[in-house]
């Protein structure tokens, strides 16, 4: 770990769910400071709240900070925001515009860079809508915010699952996928797992939409007519994805351990088998500019405010966000000048008014 101990940002979600449990949790292990340099945004209010049903955890000291500039190395920050009344275990609407006012500064603060990522509590994506805010969750809301193409990769140290489509019905699945859709999935796919994850050349495995991958077009054509082109398409381009696999036989087989990810075609597909596998696991947010990761469960309002959650995905969230921009910045500086990096490990710095006329375009 670098020295300057990267600001990782931390929303609270919803104040009536589990969120601040598990971030007060994770953070009472005074070793994540080492880790990282915490900025949490949210409710003072409500980490009181939190902190007072947490008889067997050790207290976390909030330190106050204007905005993430003034985050101190070494103490879990606090932004304050996103006040709303604390009513564990209820779905209300002040409690949605509280969690969308604190996602809201961490994204901007993410995007002008005053923290190096993101991890996001979980909320709910009903009671978040408003007539500024329509979006079906983090991952869109974080597309429109940062710009660009999101892709959803489930991670763990055991499994890897991408997704073609994300939130929506799945009656709508089949019309949404396309040759074209899955070779570029398939590309940005890959590029994350080399960029962010430090896999020299991956392979993908590439999930069936039809029970038995169709069974030759009787149970279904996409298989034969989209999935199976899009993927002799990316292995062209040199992509080494394979498939398609039915998905219940390479989960059930355990053959999906052959492979650095996986690419389900819709969103149950992928995050079923893969919160049994792993169930603490990461949702990352890949091909965007920035890092934001989260924990793989939801708001949990049955068990909110009864001190039962269990903080470990959320813990893994915030090693994954450092580890994947830590990873990203040193692909970027391997990358960035191969030819003068080779030249400087022969001890010898060049530049390119140093090379040869032919060279130098």
């Given at each position: 770990?670098?020295?300057?101990?990267?600001?990782?940002?931390?929303?609270?979600?919803?104040?009536?769910?589990?969120?601040?449990?598990?971030?007060?949790?994770?953070?009472?292990?005074?070793?994540?400071?080492?880790?990282?340099?915490?900025?949490?945004?949210?409710?003072?209010?409500?980490?009181?709240?939190?902190?007072?049903?947490?008889?067997?955890?050790?207290?976390v000291e909030l330190h106050h900070a204007a905005s993430a500039a003034e985050a101190r190395r070494g103490r879990v920050n606090l932004v304050q925001c996103g006040d709303?009344?604390?009513?564990?275990?209820?779905?209300?609407?002040?409690?949605?515009?509280?969690?969308?006012?604190?996602?809201?500064?961490?994204?901007?603060?993410?995007?002008?860079?005053?923290?190096?990522?993101?991890?996001?509590?979980?909320?709910?994506?009903?009671?978040?809508?408003?007539?500024?805010?329509?979006?079906?969750?983090?991952?869109?809301?974080?597309?429109?915010?940062?710009?660009?193409?999101?892709?959803?990769?489930?991670?763990?140290?055991?499994?890897?699952?991408?997704?073609?489509?994300?939130?929506?019905?799945?009656?709508?699945?089949?019309?949404?996928?396309?040759?074209?859709?899955?070779?570029?999935?398939?590309?940005?796919?890959?590029?994350?797992?080399?960029?962010?994850?430090?896999?020299?050349?991956?392979?993908?495995?590439?999930?069936?939409?039809?029970?038995?991958?169709?069974?030759?077009?009787?149970?279904?054509?996409?298989?034969?007519?989209?999935?199976?082109?899009?993927?002799?398409?990316?292995?062209?381009?040199?992509?080494?994805?394979?498939?398609?696999?039915?998905?219940?036989?390479?989960?059930?087989?355990?053959?999906?351990?052959?492979?650095?990810?996986?690419?389900?075609?819709?969103?149950?597909?992928?995050?079923?088998?893969?919160?049994?596998?792993?169930?603490?696991?990461?949702?990352?947010?890949?091909?965007?500019?920035?890092?934001?990761?989260?924990?793989?469960?939801?708001?949990?309002?049955?068990?909110?405010?009864?001190?039962?959650?269990?903080?470990?995905?959320?813990?893994?969230?915030?090693?994954?966000?450092?580890?994947?921009?830590?990873?990203?910045?040193?692909?970027?500086?391997?990358?960035?000048?191969?030819?003068?990096?080779?030249?400087?490990?022969?001890?010898?710095?060049?530049?390119?008014?140093?090379?040869?006329?032919?060279?130098?375009?």
């Open positions: 770990m670098s020295e300057n101990k990267l600001k990782i940002g931390i929303t609270q979600g919803d104040v009536n769910g589990i969120g601040w449990e598990v971030i007060l949790k994770t953070f009472a292990d005074s070793r994540m400071t080492e880790v990282c340099t915490p900025v949490i945004y949210g409710s003072a209010k409500a980490a009181s709240v939190y902190a007072a049903t947490l008889a067997d955890t050790e207290p709303a009344r604390v009513e564990p275990g209820l779905p209300t609407a002040e409690a949605g515009q509280a969690a969308v006012e604190a996602l809201r500064m961490a994204a901007a603060d993410l995007r002008d860079g005053a923290i190096d990522a993101l991890v996001t509590a979980p909320i709910n994506k009903e009671t978040v809508q408003s007539d500024s805010f329509r979006y079906t969750g983090h991952t869109e809301f974080m597309a429109a915010e940062l710009g660009g193409e999101p892709l959803m990769i489930m991670c763990s140290d055991r499994l890897r699952v991408g997704l073609v489509t994300i939130h929506i019905p799945v009656a709508e699945v089949s019309a949404a996928i396309s040759k074209e859709c899955i070779v570029d999935r398939l590309r940005r796919l890959e590029r994350s797992l080399v960029e962010d994850f430090g896999i020299v050349k991956p392979r993908i495995a590439v999930l069936a939409l039809n029970p038995h991958a169709g069974d030759g077009g009787l149970l279904g054509e996409e298989e034969q007519t989209v999935i199976k082109p899009a993927v002799e398409e990316a292995f062209t381009q040199g992509i080494l994805a394979f498939g398609p696999f039915a998905a219940d036989g390479i989960f059930a087989s355990g053959g999906y351990a052959r492979y650095d990810a996986v690419l389900a075609m819709y969103h149950d597909q992928g995050l079923a088998p893969f919160k049994t596998l792993s169930p603490d696991g990461v949702n990352f947010t890949a091909s965007l500019a920035k890092v934001r990761t989260s924990p793989d469960h939801g708001v949990a309002y049955d068990i909110a405010g009864r001190g039962k959650a269990d903080p470990q995905s959320m813990r893994n969230a915030v090693y994954a966000a450092v580890d994947i921009a830590e990873c990203r910045r040193r692909y970027a500086e391997w990358s960035r000048n191969p030819l003068q990096h080779f030249e400087r490990e022969k001890g010898r710095d060049i530049s390119v008014k140093d090379l040869p006329d032919t060279e130098k375009e």
